[in-house]
């Protein structure tokens, strides 16, 4: 009879063992899982990876018409796209002057955009787009403009800023 009681123990406890190792190994899955839908699968965190790789090799050549200017002068800019790569311009805020001042700092802000900053002008690979664009007050110096760029977004998107170039260095005379 004790071996009888004894054999049941023996089972019992091996069922038990049974069930607490799949219950260890299901919780264990579980986990994985949600751990590789935080980490792996998260679209928002593959798509900002993706744009840094995509705009690693994204070159352009802003190049002003002149090297001088005077106030209220019209400033023509001439942006090479040297990629393979579409590169996009803002609706909103499509450049900035920057000042030369020991290092260079943003010296002229746009009011509030009223609008919603879309994409309205892009430049195709190994293609040419050109702007005019009038002076704004600023004081005399050296200046260039700092120009964000949308890679292989389209026209009517939002505008993401994913790269800046910069203009060569031109005067401003008083």
């Not at 406890?13 to 935080?38: E, M, N, P, Q, Y």
């Not at 403009?145 to 005379?173: A, G, H, Q, R």
Request: glycine share 2%; charged share 30%.
């Amino acid at each position: 009879m004790d071996k009888q009681k004894e054999k049941k123990q023996t089972e019992r406890k091996r069922k038990d063992d049974v069930i607490f190792f799949a219950g260890a190994v299901a919780t264990i899955i579980f986990a994985s899982l949600i751990i590789s839908a935080i980490l792996i699968a998260s679209p928002e965190r593959n798509k900002s990876l993706e744009r840094s790789v995509a705009t690693a090799n994204i070159s352009a050549k802003i190049i002003t018409d002149r090297n001088e200017y005077k106030p209220n002068d019209l400033l023509k800019v001439k942006i090479e796209n040297a990629s393979d790569k579409k590169i996009c311009f803002s609706s909103c805020y499509p450049y900035y002057f920057e000042k030369k001042n020991h290092s260079w700092k943003l010296v002229f802000n746009y009011t509030q955009c009223r609008k919603k900053d879309i994409i309205k002008k892009c430049a195709e690979p190994e293609k040419v787009k050109a702007f005019e664009l009038s002076l704004p007050k600023i004081s005399a110096g050296v200046y260039r403009l700092m120009i964000p760029v949308c890679v292989n977004c389209n026209i009517n998107e939002k505008f993401k800023k994913d790269k800046l170039f910069f203009s060569n260095e031109f005067l401003i005379k008083k």
